[in-house]
């Protein structure tokens, strides 16, 4: 099978997700990293590139270049994936999904539930798929999860409470550095500090688990190190459209948690719990029964979680094959066999709308609104 | 040196809390137990005192019996444990309180918050003891959290995490089980379900182990259960006296969850976790550095911590001897020893002010509410 | 019920085991503690069991004396326990025994083959109890993995293995502690080190759990620091007579490890694991099925399982009431109510035998040695 | 930096391994699968090949076919993989070594000692690359270990314990699935089972942790399915060179082990631990002190750790980025920057004479014998 063309734009040296990116294309031979428009200074990102071994004239200096030499290609990109700051993911998605390309696009989506709109829209013009990198939604695990809901494993979902919160921003004496300081500076991270780089992925995996989105919120928000104008903290209580409680609770300044994204989905029948940092287990408990632990590979796992188990049980993979089974995803879909676990920009979409309800809420003492997309309501 | 004379009401035949109140007492040699009021059924409590050893003559059909029996002997109890059903906490513990005995009651101390400003200016009055059962409290390695931050290993405290969850009431089918009916039946649980149950440990431990008070709360209660008429579930969003923020979840729905009480504390130099079905390790990190295991048995911990711990390192102590610790300390203190970790009527109080206020703020949406005691604002 | 008399020889002040036993006797109300013999210095332990509320005219200076003094007393002690120094375990249970006490020796029983011969017999003429205190036997979940392998959940047993492995012994600085010293000093602690002092709990575990005893065995042994007489490190190989396969691990030199004992059986039908640390789990695993985790208080447990679990389902218990397990066996066979889970005294002679075997196996390069004691080939 | 050009041997549709070749030779962009001969059936090979993506030209019907159509092309293969059934690993590897290519071989890389000296003298000459692929040592935290003790943190090593157990072979019933039966058949599989299957892995882990060699064991073998005529159980003891004491279990019937391959280690000045199911920590504890949780992608890591960590902290990699690991050290091998922790043929050549040494030692009751091969003593 021939492989797909993919270019990448943003990921330049030191970035974090870049190499994600790249292995996640490349790992299961399905794209070649043909093209790429890596930095926002054009001679570091045409060397970076080339050093990666892309041709010289696909080693692209601004994004407007790339999308200038692919379009009129034969051999152009099958799919572009946007990993560069987060103001500029709209723009750069939205041209290169008017140019026909299929796009992948880092989180947050957009910083404007209007620009979510707008893409949702383009996307659905262009037909061409765009996605939204929730790649913790592509553990085999999660897709299980999922699938055990569908099949009605729990019964009625009744309550979800997931949490995503890390201590890697608690030092005040870390205030200066720079990769922590634009998170919480409103020109350079937008509305929301930490409800937006980490309350979204969990409340993307909530809606991605039990198939309900969020109808309305109340939230509380804190600012742990007292001079951050944005949150490093959050509370936030929704109701889903179905009717499920959730909780949803974020943190930077949780000293001792490293990478702390989990979810618990409690139903009539059962409940489970899965972790980030061991992302090939599901603690599963039905009703009644005594717990049992789920394992990546086990036999009689659904379709997709089989599917994007690479290795044997216990064998474990992780993030950066989290990441791949997005890509395997992409080129599945890209080559006709459709997978609705993709998130797209539907997905991107509502996250904006949760994180400016939240935003809305907590200025106004917790009140509940709307968090839908006007579009959707 | 001479065991000290104790004396039970309630605990009867079949209790869950009986048989702990007993090892509790005895198990290190304090109290000896001597009198009792077992049962609502007089000839039931008689005759179960007597199997358990206690004289016939102190084993009284009613506590009101006991209080008349016991207040005129030279030989009279030191110590009544009251263990009976919620709702008559507050008359037995008054009348033994104003008869000079010294109590422990259980949790919750009062149904009402005008009880429970009663019973601490009576306990104030009489000069006895007045302590309520909030046995985690006693957990060697909780100590020891409550030591480090006095003695300022966290510096100042940001940030208080609390759950206290278990899927015991999420059987729908089980809904008559009258173990369960009753908790959510306002008639015999009085204003709340879960947070009365459960919460009011939760809140306890926060505050027991940051050293400050919740000052004001909003609530978002759920009956996942949905004829149910009290709360099964809830998130309390407050802030304490001393501007910490706090996030409490509690739920009796969670299925697969045990006994999931849980706490974890984060400030500015450090931040710790502590299961509590794990009571003898505390996760410890301090900014910038590794986690590292706490073990009750350690060298080097605090002077509670290291009385409270029996047997050596990594030999666990469990739930019965965390309320025998709160013998040993009631013990100490009738002696004349006085430990000021116990639990006492203010806690007591303050828990059920915030009861009512989180009730408050769920039945208005979430408002923020006052959560302390009238007399203590 | 009137409580039985009980009696404690050594166990002093700052003794380890002195307070477990103490609250083992004492926490379920089965024994009162009315006479001692605490200490080899007479007047120290006069003075201790003074303090500790036994009567002035029991309160006795040396074992002799209490056997004296308790013989001809209407109401002598029901039960002795005898936790002095190994090498006087022996000769103690043997006159209390002779004189028609029950006795609960601590471990190990003897230090020679011959005297655990010799116990045996006279236990046997006497037809007295004599207990011996492999306590960790007596957790709730141990008694249900017995319980599980007699009703065959597992089928054939293929496989056991256990491990008994610490750090507390690793600091060569500390080879004067006396604590530590005594271990290794063939003179005090008899002809072995850490297999006598740790592996036979182990080996117990094993035996107790499978329902079969060690046959033969190949041991490897080492000094782990370089001037240790005796070793504080062992491996033993092993079959049962039923024809298991056992490994047994143990170490006092393996940091990190803090009271690793740990047990496995692997069985035709399924395996389940334990370990010490957290007591009231087991993880059992079907074959061909998924780990599910067993909980000490679940529905659905076998009758002893149930009976010493004394309080709810994820409310742990721990080394203190597994002590007291062992006591509460001891007031029912004492009663009447024979509990045949309890230790006795052919289960500290096959101990002895073991060590022995081991002791002689490692001396000759692992050759392979019988392990049984000479009266039960 | 251009791609190096790779091929693979074996590694067919429906191969465990070779999926974790391609995908740890592509991942990181290091090497361009450019030839195969997948499978014993030409067609089946060439065809597969084909469908990968390998040019028909260079998708070969043999691995003989693939040397002759490589030796000679400009472009030819920088580096060959053989993932062939274990008793042919030996004839490809050499004839590849002999032929000027570089060779990562699948382990066990020889069938005998004799084969093993061969190969390492073949390489040895060839000035070729000889790698086998014990993948677990190229984790970022197994590196880091092995970092600990050259630096001395452990201070002189006493004792390493390692284990690798599964219960993937413990259904008597699935005794003649052609996936199990052949690794008990000594015409496919050897003289050895699981010890030849796992307990090499362990051991060489053991090794390059330590840097140590084994110099001396002793193996008690059992065939726990009676029928078995290979060992599907054996416990190593052993010595190495160094006087380090060495413990080594493996079993294929340890029912509810999925994939049990853990060691640890214990010198004067602390011991560490590490799981491969959790392969992203280690629990170190200097001697006296708390254990603590080092993690992948934590500041301070040393130079491998930190270069073969691709994502941040708490964002876990697994099983097939070890493999990857592998190809990383390859690539920068090949390309001239030496890595030194690679395996090589040395290493494979180790293993099977501690196989075999082992299998001699069981079959003479545990006899100590020398693991050495004859060219290394």
């Avoid at 993919?6 to 330049?12: D, K, P, R, S």
């Avoid at 569908?150 to 995503?164: P, Y």
Wanted: aromatic share 8%; glycine share 12%.
């Amino acid at each position: 099978m021939k492989k797909l063309n993919w270019g990448l734009i943003g990921g330049g040296a030191g970035s974090q997700i870049g190499p994600a990116h790249r292995l996640g294309a490349q790992a299961d031979g399905n794209f070649a990293f043909v093209a790429g428009a890596l930095d926002h200074r054009p001679d570091a990102g045409r060397s970076f590139a080339a050093k990666l071994g892309v041709a010289e004239d696909r080693a692209y200096g601004t994004w407007q270049e790339m999308l200038d030499g692919e379009r009129n290609r034969a051999d152009r990109v099958d799919l572009v994936t946007v990993a560069t700051p987060n103001s500029t993911h709209f723009g750069i998605t939205k041209a290169f999904l008017e140019a026909g390309f299929h796009v992948l696009c880092e989180k947050p989506m957009t910083m404007t539930v209007e620009e979510g709109e707008e893409i949702v829209r383009v996307a659905a013009r262009s037909g061409r798929i765009c996605a939204v990198n929730y790649c913790y939604s592509a553990y085999p695990m999660v897709r299980e999860m999922r699938a055990m809901v569908r099949r009605g494993d729990l019964g009625a979902i009744r309550l979800v409470v997931t949490n995503f919160s890390h201590g890697h921003h608690a030092d005040a004496g870390e205030a200066d550095n720079p990769r922590v300081r634009w998170r919480y500076d409103p020109r350079l991270a937008g509305v929301s500090g930490q409800m937006a780089d980490c309350g979204i992925h969990a409340l993307h995996l909530a809606s991605f688990i039990t198939g309900d989105e969020v109808e309305k919120l109340s939230a509380d928000f804190a600012s742990c190190i007292a001079d951050r104008e944005l949150e490093d903290e959050a509370m936030v209580c929704y109701r889903t459209e179905g009717g499920i409680v959730g909780r949803l609770w974020t943190s930077a300044v949780a000293v001792g948690r490293q990478h702390g994204l989990d979810i618990q989905v409690f139903g009539e029948n059962g409940g489970f719990r899965w972790v980030s940092e061991q992302p090939n287990q599901v603690m599963w408990t039905p009703t009644g029964g005594r717990t049992q632990i789920m394992e990546k590979g086990e036999a009689g796992l659904s379709g997709e979680a089989a599917e994007l188990s690479r290795v044997a049980i216990a064998h474990p993979e992780g993030f950066p094959l989290a990441v791949a089974n997005i890509y395997v995803d992409l080129a599945a879909t890209i080559r006709g066999r459709i997978r609705e676990s993709l998130p797209t920009a539907s997905d991107g979409l509502r996250s904006m709308a949760a994180v400016h309800a939240a935003v809305d809420s907590a200025e106004r003492d917790g009140a509940w609104v709307d968090a839908r997309p006007p579009m959707f309501r």
